[in-house]
């Protein structure tokens, strides 16, 4: 009942600027954390960042400083600034959203499909 659609995602140069977008919509509870991970050739998938509904935020150590995650929570809507850009940051990124009721143990693991990264050099 949760769908996630990404954009933003493209083609720039090294040293240049992306800015991504993530929109959810569906029965989302309050108590929820919105996130970016991404995949490479060759490569597991990797957290990039991650933004609980508080606020908190963690980064992955390879884009700390480049990359700032936010949200909007009215709009059930995270974001991904990502500044100088390397070829490493080339890769499929996809949103992640993580919800659950406060009364419930199990999580809801919802993806969207995928925004394509391409960093030249």
């Known amino acids: 009942q949760v769908q996630l659609v990404e954009s933003g995602g493209g083609l720039v140069q090294a040293g240049g600027s992306l800015r991504l977008s993530c929109a959810a919509s569906?029965?989302?509870?309050?108590?929820?954390?919105m996130g970016w991970y991404r995949q490479s050739p060759g490569k597991q998938r990797e957290l990039v960042a991650v933004?609980?509904?508080?606020?908190?935020?963690v980064y992955a150590d390879s884009v700390k400083g480049r990359f700032t995650i936010s949200r909007d929570n009215a709009k059930n809507t995270v974001y991904l600034q990502m500044d100088t850009l390397k070829p490493e940051d080339t890769a499929v990124y996809y949103c992640n959203l993580k919800t659950k009721s406060s009364w419930i143990v199990k999580w809801n693991d919802y993806w969207g499909q995928g925004t394509q990264v391409t960093v030249s050099s």
């Open positions: 569906g029965s989302i509870f309050s108590l929820n954390a």
């Open positions: 933004i609980e509904s508080g606020g908190r935020t």
